[in-house]
Every structure is written in structure tokens, then in C-alpha cells.
């Protein structure tokens, strides 16, 4: 079992920046990506970012060019830097751990409980 904990979430106003952090523990064998994931209000749970910490990366098109994902494959975190941020990016973030295959096929085995990003003035 893996046991994924969200932390760095909050209010900030639009432009601003926040950075979100994820602490992996329990076995990762077998879990070579790590996420994070959104879901606002009355629509679907949508990819953000997804790494392998080893080179390969997925973004969605919505946050490229404003939002990076790093992982630390000893300490088993996962981060995401948020820059630039608008009122669309205000959402419940997840994060995720899972099987990487390539940056259309990653498969999430494990969800973090989920923390608050609002973007607003």
C-alpha cells in the first residue's frame, strides 16, 4: 500500500504563484510515475502533470509554460510549481502514483486525499 499526503494548497490571487508538495510512503515498487490531478466543481478529474522523475513528463496543454513538476526519486515526493495562475485553476488538487508508460498511458494506482487551490481577487 502507498499512502500519498498533499500539502502547500491555499488562496492566491490571480498571477500569483503557489507550489504543491506530495510525500510518498509505503512501497513504490512497481510505481514509476507520480501525478498531480484537478477536479472543480461539476466537471471530470483532469491530468495536470505526470513524471517519472527520469526524463519522461506530461503536461496538460492548459498549464504548459506555467506550471512544473519535479520528482525526488529517493525521498519518493512529487512537486508542482504553479505560476501564473488564473481563476480556471481553481480546483481540488490530487495527487497520484501509478505505472508510467508513456505520456499518454499512465496508470494512477494511488490518490492523495486532495488539497485546495483558489485562484481569485
Known sequence: QVQLV???GGLVQPGGSLRLSCAAS?????KNGM????QAPGKER????????????????????RFTISRDNVKNTVTLQM???????TAGYYCSAGR?????LYY???????TQVTVSS
Do not use: C
Not at 49 to 63: E, F, H, L
Open 100 to 104: 508510467y508508460y508513456t505520456e499518454n
Open 35 to 38: 501525478g498531480w490531478h484537478r
Open 6 to 8: 498533499e500539502s502547500g
Open 46 to 65: 483532469e491530468l495536470v502533470a505526470a513524471t517519472t522523475g527520469r526524463g519522461a513528463t506530461k503536461y496538460a496543454d492548459s498549464v504548459k509554460g
Open 26 to 30: 509505503g512501497s513504490m515498487l512497481g
Open 83 to 89: 505560476n501564473s495562475l488564473k481563476p480556471g485553476d
Open 108 to 114: 494512477r494506482d494511488y490518490w492523495g486525499q486532495g
